[in-house]
């Protein structure tokens, strides 16, 4: 992103993100702390690779989607709301 503070995930390493896969934020990467210092596009970019984790893990996983990438979507989904209802449909 842009240098923001980032936070490691709770899952660790081992969470099993989506290799090879760029535009897919897993829930091993690095999340910024704090949304609300983004920008709209920064906001939506990450709420895109979110979104594309989290598709990727419905229809990898029989246990559905890792906690960690639904709590993420779920953020991002409230900032955008938050934002004047630029959340896209989910």
Known sequence: ????DTVPSP??????GTPGCETCL???CAFPAEL?????VELQVLH?????????EYLTG??????????RHDELLAELEAR??????A
Do not use: N, Y
């Not at 992103?1 to 923001?4: H, I, R, T, V």
């Not at 029989?62 to 709590?71: A, I």
């Not at 004047?84 to 449909?89: D, L, Y």
């Open 11 to 16: 899952a660790g390493p081992a969470a099993g």
């Open 1 to 4: 992103m842009s240098g923001l």
């Open 48 to 56: 895109s690779r979110v979104a594309c984790q989290l598709e990727h």
């Open 84 to 89: 004047g209802g630029s959340a896209p449909a």
């Open 36 to 40: 609300s210092a983004l920008s709209l």
């Open 26 to 28: 897993g829930p091993d």
């Open 62 to 71: 029989p246990d559905g989607p890792h906690p960690v990438t639904q709590d």
